[in-house]
Structures are given as structure tokens and as C-alpha cells.
């Protein structure tokens, strides 16, 4: 399967901007206290340009309380109360500043009864008018989309699969692969985001980092030395026990994303698992994506242009990873 994603290197060609995880949604969470009395928390990013992204409620909410401030690492938290006279239902929420910062909203609405109502503001739709009703059908979409985006967006979860993609020998060993893949960062995902087990961001943003930069070593050592060391052939048959074992960091990645954002406390496993669907789902177009492509490059390129190509993708993938690696590394 290998000469199958030799010409890859059109993907890399068309990657965009060298960034990796740096979906910095901003978050608003409106808790209905008691009649028209509702607690506030509004969680939005800064960066080094200092643009603000302001929030705008309904005009009959006034504040019964003075906000409270908190720095976080690259965002700002916000906590008032409001008063809004006939409540919220019907009424509209909107955020400027969106545009300018290219940043999302996601918004989590928790009323008395328990319900929730959940949804996004984005640059081309920065307002919301809050439903009359809610149901978690909305909970569940708005997290599976996020789960897309994450995972399309996030350039170091995608070499990492490429390059898994590229070792895999046979359709057996991808399959295999993927799952182990997929059940590891579900794992720690799982137990990251629910705060069972926790981990220091930056770290584990280098490791990541530093697991593409040891696939792609593998491959283009694997494609040269003579004989292949004990080491190269467990990589190449058992590329499933590397993708558990690197899953499981990746899933801490995946749970930063996801904290940032936060979860509805009344539909947390709902928000995690459809979370977790959306990753899966990114992750299977992104891979019937790539195999469509080589399918048609093949047809194109002799195998001496092929080779040449997956020459040039590997050793892309490793040098943007190694500056990846220096990158966080000095964020410590």
C-alpha cells in the first residue's frame, strides 16, 4: 500500500497555513437562576493584537452584579449576574468583533427546568435568537460539528494519520490501525475531559509533535537501511501498537480542545460522546480523502515521480513537526 500514498505530496502542497490546534472558540454559558435572574459566564480569547470580541444581551438584561475578571493562558472569564426583565426565550444574543478575529462563540444556555439550549455564533452569523424550547438534539450537532472542525483543522492529528496511512502494508493493517487509533484517544479523552486524569497542555502539544517527526523518521528509514533492525519491523507489522500508544496522547490533545470550550453540566455525556463522533467523523473523510486522491494521482505519475513524491511529503511532515517541537517547547 505504500506506493499508494507516494504522491501525497499534492495534500501537502494544498495544507494552508503551518498551524495545529489552534482552535480558540470563545465560549458563553447563560444559567437561569430564578425567575429572570441569570448567571453569566463569558470566556473569550485574546490574542497578541489585543481584539476584543464584545457580548451583547438582550436590551432588557441589566447587570445585578459587577463582572469578575480572571486571565486564563490566551483567554479572559467573565462572571455576572443578569437581570432580564420577561427572561431570555425569544430574545436575541449577539457578539461583535468576530469577524476581525476569525473566532467562534459557543453558546450554552441551562435553564430551571434543566433543559439546555446550545448553538454557535460565527463571523457570517453573529447573533442568536434563543429558542423557546431546547432540546439536546442541538447539544449533539453543535459538539459533532465541532468535532469535524477540530480534527480538519488541526494539522498535527492529520500528519499523524498520513503518516500511519503511508507504513500500513495492507487494507487489514489500516483497519486495524484506525481502530487503535480511534478507541486510545477515546480513552483519554474521555477521562482527560472529565477530569479524571489531568495533564500539563504544553507538554503534551510537544509530544504530539514529536510522535510525526518519529513515524516520519520510520518511513524514510524503513525505505532505505538494509536489513531492517528488529525495531523497523515491529513499526511496519504492528503500526496498530504505535497508534494506540501515540492515541493516547492525542486524545489529551483532543481534550484540550474541548475544554476550552467546556461542556453543558446538565448533558455532558452527550456533548463528549457526539464530540468524540465528529473527531471520527473528520478523521474518515480526511482518510477517504487521501486514498481517493493517491487512487488518481497513481493513475497519473510514473513510479519514479511517486517515489519522489513521497520522498518530498515525508520529510515536509518531519520538518514542520521539528519546528512544532521547538515551538511549544519554548512556550513552557
Known amino acids: 500500500m505504500n506506493r499508494f500514498f507516494s504522491a501525497l505530496i499534492i495534500l501537502f502542497s494544498l495544507a494552508g497555513p503551518l498551524v495545529a490546534d489552534e482552535i480558540r472558540p470563545g465560549y458563553l454559558e447563560i444559567t437561569e437562576e430564578s425567575d429572570q435572574l441569570f448567571a453569566v459566564l463569558w470566556k473569550v480569547p485574546q490574542d497578541q493584537y489585543d481584539r476584543t470580541i464584545r457580548l451583547h444581551l438582550p436590551a432588557s438584561c441589566v447587570e445585578r452584579s459587577k463582572p469578575t475578571l480572571r486571565p486564563v493562558a ?46 454557535r455564533l460565527i463571523p457570517a452569523s453573529p447573533s442568536h435568537v434563543i429558542p423557546q424550547a431546547a432540546t439536546r438534539l442541538k447539544v449533539a450537532g453543535t459538539y459533532f460539528l465541532f468535532g469535524i472542525e477540530h480534527i480538519l483543522e488541526g494539522l498535527d492529528h492529520l500528519f499523524f494519520v498520513l503518516a500511519l496511512l503511508i507504513i500500513v502494508r495492507s487494507i487489514r493493517l489500516l483497519v486495524l490501525t484506525i481502530t487503535a487509533f480511534t478507541l ?49 519491523h515491529m513499526v511496519e507489522t504492528r503500526p496498530w501498537l504505535v497508534a494506540a500508544s501515540f492515541g493516547l496522547l492525542h486524545g489529551l490533545g483532543f481534550a484540550n480542545a474541548l475544554q476550552a470550550v467546556g461542556l453543558p453540566d446538565n448533558a455532558i455525556p452527550t456533548a463528549l460522546v457526539f464530540f468524540n463522533l465528529g473527531v471520527e467523523a473528520g478523521q474518515l473523510v480526511f482518510i477517504g480523502f487521501i486514498l481517493l486522491m493517491t487512487y488518481l494521482v497513481k493513475r497519473l505519475l510514473s513510479q519514479q515521480y511517486l517515489e519522489w513524491g513521497k520522498t518530498t511529503l515525508v520529510y515536509g511532515i518531519g520538518g514542520i513537526a521539528s519546528f512544532w517541537i521547538f515551538e511549544r517547547i519554548s512556550a513552557f
Open 74 to 119: 490566551g483567554a479572559t472569564i467573565q462572571r455576572w449576574y443578569s437581570y432580564c426583565e420577561g427572561g431570555l426565550k425569544g430574545k436575541t444574543i449577539s457578539a461583535t468583533g468576530l469577524n476581525v478575529t476569525n473566532t467562534d462563540i459557543l453558546v450554552q444556555l441551562q435553564w430551571l427546568d434543566e433543559s439546555t439550549s446550545t448553538t
Open 184 to 232: 486510545a484517544h477515546s480513552v483519554t479523552l474521555a477521562l482527560a475531559t472529565l477530569d479524571i486524569l489531568s495533564v500539563p497542555q504544553q507538554p503534551v502539544e510537544a509530544v504530539i509533535a514529536l510522535s510525526i517527526v518519529f513515524l516520519a523518521c520510520e518511513i524514510q528509514t524503513s525505505s532505505t537501511a538494509k536489513p531492517r533492525t528488529a525495531k523497523l
